[in-house]
């Protein structure tokens, strides 16, 4: 029998959401205590469950994360069908590609889950004049 990480064990609620810190997340930031993901394309407002996937993705840190994990994780012990985290998931990708000017991916991974990847963030223009 596998045993779960903890990564995968511990359920993203609401409220937890709202203690979470901001990050960056390619050209993005992400704001789960105000569900807002913001970028060089504007400002999104999400759905709190559409955030809690965004959340456990980024905490992933690129690795695969099943189905069944994200269930988990952002669902608890609430029993979905695969429509909840396929509805999700498109909302998701609607929200990275408007925002995050292509410098986020929400990749499926055939008969395993999703996985996130980021492309490693421009330094900002002053930060490139105190260099010099």
Same mark, same amino acid.
């Given at each position: 029998?596998?045993?779960?990480?903890?990564? &995968?064990?511990? @359920?993203?609620?609401?409220?937890?959401?709202?203690?979470? %810190?901001?990050?960056? @997340?390619?050209?993005?930031?992400? +704001?789960?205590? /105000? /569900?807002? =993901?913001? $970028?060089?394309?504007?400002?999104?407002?999400? &759905?709190p *469950? =559409?955030?809690?996937? @965004?959340?456990?993705?980024?905490? !992933?840190? $690129?690795?695969?994360? +099943?189905? #069944?994990?994200?269930?988990?994780?952002?669902?608890?012990?609430?029993?979905?069908?695969?429509?909840?985290?396929? *509805?999700?998931?498109? !909302?998701? /990708?609607?929200?990275?590609?408007?925002?995050?000017?292509? %410098?986020?991916?929400? &990749?499926?991974?055939?008969?395993? $889950?999703?996985?996130i990847? !980021?492309?490693?963030?421009?330094?900002?223009?002053? #930060?490139?004049?105190?260099? &010099?």
């Amino acid at each position: 029998m596998r045993r779960a990480t903890e990564q &995968e064990a511990s @359920l993203v609620t609401i409220p937890e959401l709202a203690r979470c %810190s901001d990050f960056a @997340l390619g050209e993005a930031v992400i +704001s789960p205590s /105000r /569900r807002v =993901v913001s $970028g060089p394309g504007g400002a999104v407002s999400v &759905e709190p *469950r =559409v955030m809690q996937v @965004l959340v456990v993705l980024a905490e !992933a840190g $690129g690795q695969v994360l +099943s189905r #069944d994990a994200i269930f988990r994780r952002c669902w608890g012990d609430i029993v979905v069908g695969d429509d909840s985290l396929n *509805r999700v998931m498109a !909302a998701l /990708r609607k929200v990275v590609a408007t925002v995050a000017n292509d %410098s986020i991916a929400i &990749e499926t991974v055939p008969r395993t $889950g999703y996985t996130i990847r !980021a492309k490693a963030r421009h330094r900002l223009q002053e #930060d490139a004049s105190d260099d &010099e």
